[in-house]
């Protein structure tokens, strides 16, 4: 660089306006920095205990009992205020503690919020506790990775999105070993208690966390986060404990403003369909409340497609003697085929566009795909269990996996008996294409989970939605609808009767319809001139008239989709200010559960679908909840995740209006803007949709 523009460049940094508008801090962050979140009413008192709710049942598994004897028994906790207490309560309260905290998983917006809760409470209790925080999420307590947080720090984060102040990690701390070398750190740094801040398998961790560091006095709490708001607890009695983990709402309400503006986008150029990908490896949560915020065109919901039965299989095989299991579960063909519907019928009414909504772990509830990752998993599990390597780093690229599987497939049918992967299965894996091979045969998570996020759902499924519109474009269904108006114009500006080619041309022109279709037998210009000669319009040494070949052309569509995958964006968001307020009060009912001796609990706020002024901090058992489940080809005492119940009132409504916000007829679309996340204003709602409806669907008017 030349001596005079390296002092031009230095003159220009050195300016007060370009240093106003180019530091990282803005009128937006400083505003979310300093927002105090309310507190519960219970939170406004100095001191609070716990009181065992024996209302609240649970049914225990006997492996639970087995493995978590100590943690079992636990009862579900109600946080109080106490006004007057005794001086020994005050003395416990205040006593000095060293309380350690962990992100696990997946980042979720608002977690920070948890920690400067529980900063702040224990702060005030006793200005000498101490918050310390493991880096890169479970590998910090086994390495003992820590960092004690201080209030500059702990200040700089509050109300802001990601788990940037201590990071995270998905490791899962399964071992004996790693167990050990946990509880070694703890003990080192002299831990009151240890928070995990994580899903499903997380809180899962933390109970037997707690198990194992019992005798040595170190409390474990759990609290609920994940975008994929899987994590959801009722009681024995069906009672809502924990409606939602935190972020889900955030996330939802960031992926639904961006895809609502492709809903925007796509009304106006009327040229794509827009296919979005959203985060929720198992359950489609977060794609049916973005279907509440957006009413986008099309929504699939993995939990419903599960329970779908092909009413033709089922009737063939009553009046057969055979029995009817191929009539239950969706398939990717049949799949393809209720998109291709929804696409058609648009399309019929002029709209050769729309939004379509798909959950990234929706391949996981089609029938060909579950047999491929059951028999996969298996024959991975079955490896590992008698090699000293691991499958993945044996067998790095994906035709040495393949070739392992076929060879092992090639010497069970030499030794005869049952073969878990058959010719049929190779023939129909040879079927799909490689990047969905290798999705199928990538590396589970930490946790046994499929990572769906790595592959490209929305690709396996539009391929075989273009091959299948690619038929019917051929056939009678994919035509894009003429509006009436459009035709006669164009016609009668080129001195043709629109009234004589009209019933020629259409198999509809008769019957009042706003837009006219084609008739099926037209399916290219030859047939065109075929129709148009047979009906004596023109002599077979005229030309088509121009009107009406442009006619024809408008009426052949052109499928032209754009993908968009919403996970990453919306989990790094800033949180909405009910994560900033649920987060917050989770962080505070975190430290009274500690105060309190608790240990095994899950921090959670009961009554989230109802006004602020109703909520309710609790700690949930967790060992409890917990039952038995295939991991990694094992079974595994693990919290049960949640799925989408099809009975729950926001499925309902979701399913009532899939006809209206598919909008397969003449006018408008029913979109909705949510508009973007803020904490003020009118704009956002206090909730996830979700929640509201769920919450008005119990009451009494509705049920009627
Ligand atoms: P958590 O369950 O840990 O909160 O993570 C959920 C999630 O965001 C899923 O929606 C997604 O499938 C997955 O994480 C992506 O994982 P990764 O960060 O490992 O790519």
């Given at each position: 660089m030349t001596e005079g523009r390296a002092k031009f460049i230095n003159g220009l940094l050195a300016k007060a306006g370009v240093r106003e508008v180019t530091v990282s801090s803005n009128p937006i962050l400083d505003e979310r920095r300093s927002y105090h979140p309310p507190r519960c009413d219970v939170f406004k008192s100095r001191y609070t205990i716990t009181s065992p709710d024996p209302d609240f049942r649970f049914s225990v598994d006997h492996e639970a009992e087995r493995q978590l004897p100590d943690m079992v028994k636990n009862k579900l906790l109600r946080i109080e205020a106490i006004d007057s207490p005794d001086k020994n309560f005050t003395e416990n309260y205040s006593r000095k503690r060293t309380i350690g905290i962990v992100f696990s998983g997946g980042p979720a917006p608002g977690g920070h919020n948890v920690i400067a809760a529980l900063f702040d409470a224990a702060k005030a209790a006793n200005p000498d506790n101490r918050i310390l925080g493991?880096?890169?999420?479970?590998?910090?307590?086994?390495?003992?990775?820590?960092?004690?947080?201080?209030?500059?720090?702990?200040?700089?984060?509050?109300?802001?999105?990601?788990?940037?102040?201590?990071?995270?990690?998905?490791?899962?701390?399964?071992?004996?070993?790693?167990?050990?070398?946990?509880?070694?750190?703890?003990?080192?740094?002299?831990?009151?208690?240890?928070?995990?801040?994580?899903?499903?398998?997380?809180?899962?961790?933390?109970?037997?966390?707690?198990?194992?560091?019992?005798?040595?006095?170190?409390?474990?709490?759990?609290?609920?986060?994940?975008?994929?708001?899987?994590?959801?607890?009722?009681?024995?009695?069906?009672?809502?404990?924990?409606?939602?983990?935190?972020?889900?709402?955030?996330?939802?309400?960031?992926?639904s403003q961006q895809i609502s503006n492709l809903c925007t986008d796509c009304n106006s150029d009327m040229k794509y369909w827009h296919i979005c990908k959203v985060m929720g490896r198992s359950a489609s949560h977060l794609a049916l409340e973005v279907a509440l915020q957006t009413h986008a065109n099309m929504t699939l919901i993995g939990e419903d497609l599960a329970e779908y039965v092909d009413a033709d299989k089922l009737m063939a095989s009553e009046t057969s003697d055979r029995t009817g299991f191929g009539a239950y579960g969706m398939t990717l063909r049949h799949l393809s085929r209720v998109i291709c519907d929804g696409i058609v019928r648009r399309a019929a009414v002029g709209k050769n566009c729309g939004v379509l909504v798909i959950p990234e772990g929706v391949l996981e509830v089609i029938k060909e795909i579950q047999v491929f990752i059951i028999k996969l998993t298996t024959i991975i599990a079955e490896y590992n269990k008698t090699h000293d390597d691991d499958?993945?780093?044996?067998?790095?690229?994906?035709?040495?996996?393949?070739?392992?599987?076929?060879?092992?497939?090639?010497?069970?049918?030499?030794?005869?008996?049952?073969?878990?992967?058959?010719?049929?299965?190779?023939?129909?894996?040879?079927?799909?294409?490689?990047?969905?091979?290798?999705?199928?045969?990538?590396?589970?998570?930490?946790?046994?989970?499929?990572?769906?996020?790595?592959?490209?759902?929305?690709?396996?499924?539009?391929?075989?939605?273009?091959?299948?519109?690619?038929?019917?474009?051929?056939?009678?269904?994919?035509?894009?609808?003429?509006?009436?108006?459009?035709?006669?114009?164009?016609?009668?500006?080129?001195?043709?009767?629109?009234?004589?080619?009209?019933?020629?041309?259409?198999?509809?022109?008769t019957d009042n319809s706003h837009y006219l279709l084609i008739r099926p037998e037209i399916i290219s210009k030859k047939t065109l001139r075929q129709a148009i000669e047979k009906a004596k319009l023109i002599s077979v040494d005229s030309d088509i008239p121009g009107a009406v070949i442009r006619i024809y052309e408008k009426s052949v569509p052109k499928f032209k989709t754009q993908t968009h995958f919403y996970g990453y964006d919306g989990r790094g968001s800033s949180p909405t200010e009910f994560d900033c307020r649920y987060t917050y009060n989770l962080g505070l009912t975190v430290f009274s559960l500690i105060v309190s001796g608790a240990t095994g609990q899950m921090a959670a706020i009961m009554n989230l679908e109802k006004d602020f002024s109703r909520w309710v901090p609790i700690g949930i058992p967790i060992a409890p909840l917990m039952h038995l489940e295939e991991r990694k080809g094992k079974l595994a005492l693990v919290l049960e995740k949640s799925l989408v119940d099809l009975h729950s009132p926001a499925f309902r409504v979701v399913e009532a209006y899939r006809e209206k916000w598919l909008s397969a007829v003449p006018g408008d679309d029913d979109y909705r803007l949510p508009g973007p996340i803020r904490f003020a204003g009118v704009s956002e709602e206090t909730r996830p949709i979700t929640l509201v409806l769920n919450d008005l669907g119990q009451s009494d008017e509705v049920d009627g």
């Open positions: 493991f880096m890169m999420g479970p590998d910090g307590i086994i390495d003992n990775q820590v960092t004690e947080l201080t209030r500059k720090r702990v200040n700089a984060y509050r109300n802001l999105g990601g788990f940037g102040m201590i990071k995270t990690g998905r490791t899962k701390i399964d071992t004996p070993e790693k167990m050990a070398l946990s509880r070694d750190t703890c003990k080192k740094l002299d831990l009151d208690a240890l928070v995990v801040v994580g899903g499903d398998d997380s809180n899962t961790n933390a109970a037997f966390l707690a198990q194992e560091m019992a005798a040595d006095g170190i409390q474990v709490i759990g609290v609920p986060k994940t975008i994929d708001g899987d994590v959801q607890v009722r009681d024995a009695n069906g009672r809502v404990l924990c409606a939602m983990s935190f972020g889900f709402h955030t996330a939802a309400r960031s992926f499958f993945h780093q044996r067998f790095l690229r994906l035709e040495d996996k393949l070739d392992y599987v076929r060879d092992l497939a090639r010497r069970l049918r030499q030794k005869g008996g049952v073969n878990i992967w058959n010719s049929h299965d190779d023939e129909l894996f040879n079927d799909i294409p490689p990047f969905f091979q290798e999705g199928l045969l990538t590396e589970r998570d930490a946790h046994g989970n499929f990572q769906f996020s790595l592959v490209e759902t929305d690709k396996v499924i539009m391929g075989m939605v273009k091959d299948h519109l690619d038929v019917l474009r051929e056939t009678v269904a994919y035509k894009l609808g003429i509006e009436r108006n459009f035709y006669t114009y164009l016609l009668e500006r080129d001195g043709v009767d629109p009234g004589s080619y009209g019933p020629v041309l259409f198999s509809n022109y």
